[in-house]
């Protein structure tokens, strides 16, 4: 089990951007980042849109973070990228189970008992606390 590459980059960003603390050009952070400049554009609308970072239009223009770092987990970052994080597809209410309907399934219980513990290690992970470890 792996994050995607967008995932991975997507966290890479919002980490260039709570660092720099300054509000900076997509090019500056597709650099710093190491992800090309594409790619981090289609990133950046996506965490724009969550409301983890703004955009501003114009020559001052550029993106910024959104909101304090202390308000920004890890899982925002991935759950914005990759929807809800699930070792499996039948927790999620619109994928039923097709192997037993009422979801009785011990696999089930397994599953949605470790998603919920993922999910809860990387909802304490905040960014300010990601930034402060790095400058120690």
């Known amino acids: 089990m792996h994050i995607t590459l967008e995932a991975d980059y997507a966290l890479?960003?919002?980490?260039?951007?709570?660092?720099?603390?300054?509000?900076?050009?997509?090019?500056?952070?597709a650099e710093k980042a190491c992800v090309t400049l594409r790619f981090s554009l289609k990133i950046l609308r996506k965490l724009v849109a969550a409301g983890i970072v703004r955009s501003y239009k114009g020559s001052q223009g550029g993106y910024e973070i959104a909101k304090p770092l202390d308000e920004i987990t890890v899982y925002d970052i991935l759950e914005t990228i990759e929807g809800p994080l699930t070792l499996n597809r039948c927790i999620l209410s619109d994928h039923p189970c097709n192997r037993v309907p009422d979801k009785k399934c011990p696999y089930h219980h397994i599953f949605e008992r470790t998603s919920e513990r993922l999910k809860s290690e990387l909802s304490s992970i905040t960014i300010a606390s990601l930034v402060q470890n790095r400058k120690q």
């Open 12 to 29: 890479r960003i919002v980490d260039t951007l709570a660092r720099q603390d300054v509000r900076m050009e997509a090019k500056a952070i």
